[in-house]
């Protein structure tokens, strides 16, 4: 049980149900259809996921050593050559599952195990690594879209860069979680970009619809970021976890004017996963 701890833990696996949701997110702003791609999809993006997570431990080792001693391999609980091992047999399992799917999702799944890597490899000595956080969930409504009826289209697009500002915004402020800095504000600007594009892209019975999970989807913001920004004594990675669960409201919003009221129950389900799997696994 200790072992399969360590390995959840490796993998962030309370993260798992936002994978789920882009690609859900992803593949009906593609058209939907094609329902019987979905467990090849899912399974090559979790695969991906862990493999990121599992070689982001595995590059950040040192990192780990110095500030955050509690982590698998620093504590003694995993060796660093089972974890490559690990992480780089995810990423192989996780682009072969969406070469299967045909050759552009297979290219695209590349380009993503890229993202990853250059992620893992250097977002410690680089600021902008948010960025590349923020493009690989944009990778994952692409690849989504790709597996779709109508393939990738303006609105996976657009709504995948709201995503990626989302990402953006709340991975600038968990750098300051295990590391000395001042708290940077101004990138939870970029939590607005959801609700910006779903007033912008929707109208008549539409945006009311986009209004109300607007609502929902700030509501959930305002309470995360209250431990950390209203608090005398921040908590960053309480925040961290909110947001990350939260991506589900802002892939709910993308879809949820549009959608029929069965994926809007899964959209809740995969919310509430997120959280009851955060109360046993760490979300960061």
């Known amino acids: 049980m200790s072992t399969l701890r360590t390995l959840l833990v490796l ?3 309370s993260n798992l149900p936002t994978v789920w ?3 859900l997110a992803g593949w009906w702003l593609g ?3 094609k329902v019987e791609r979905l467990p090849c999809l899912l399974a090559g993006a979790s695969f991906l996921y862990l493999g990121g997570m599992f070689l982001n431990d595995a590059f950040d080792v040192g990192f780990d050593r110095q500030y955050r001693r509690e982590r698998p391999i620093p504590s003694g609980a995993i060796g660093s050559g089972a ?3 690990w992480g780089v047999a995810w990423l192989a399992l996780g682009a072969a599952s969406l070469f ?4 552009s999702t297979g290219a695209l799944g590349l380009g993503l195990a890229v993202c990853i890597l250059l992620y893992d490899a250097r977002h410690k000595q680089i600021t902008l690594a948010p960025l590349l956080l923020g493009l690989c969930r944009l990778f994952l409504y692409i690849i989504a879209a790709s597996t779709a009826l109508n393939g990738v289209t303006g609105w996976s697009l657009w709504c995948g860069l709201a995503l990626a500002a989302w990402v953006v915004g ?3 402020l968990a750098r300051r979680e295990s590391a000395p800095g001042a708290l940077r504000r101004w990138p939870l ?3 607005v970009a959801p609700v910006f594009l779903a ?9 009311q619809k986009a209004m109300l999970l607007s609502v929902v989807l700030g509501l959930w913001a305002v309470r995360c970021l209250r431990p950390t920004l209203w608090t005398a004594q921040p908590e960053v990675g309480r925040t961290v976890a909110g947001l990350l669960a939260g991506i589900v409201f802002v892939d709910w919003l993308a879809v949820g004017p549009g959608a029929p009221r069965g994926l809007s129950l899964v959209f809740l389900g995969l919310f509430a996963a997120s959280l009851v799997l955060q109360r046993y696994v760490p979300a960061t």
């Open 189 to 191: 600007s970029l939590l």
């Open 11 to 13: 993998g962030r696996v």
């Open 21 to 23: 949701s882009n690609c």
């Open 199 to 207: 007033m912008v892209m929707n109208a008549n019975d539409f945006r």
């Open 170 to 172: 709340l991975s600038c």
């Open 83 to 85: 974890v490559w091992g």
């Open 31 to 33: 058209g939907g259809g």
């Open 100 to 103: 299967w799917l045909g050759k």
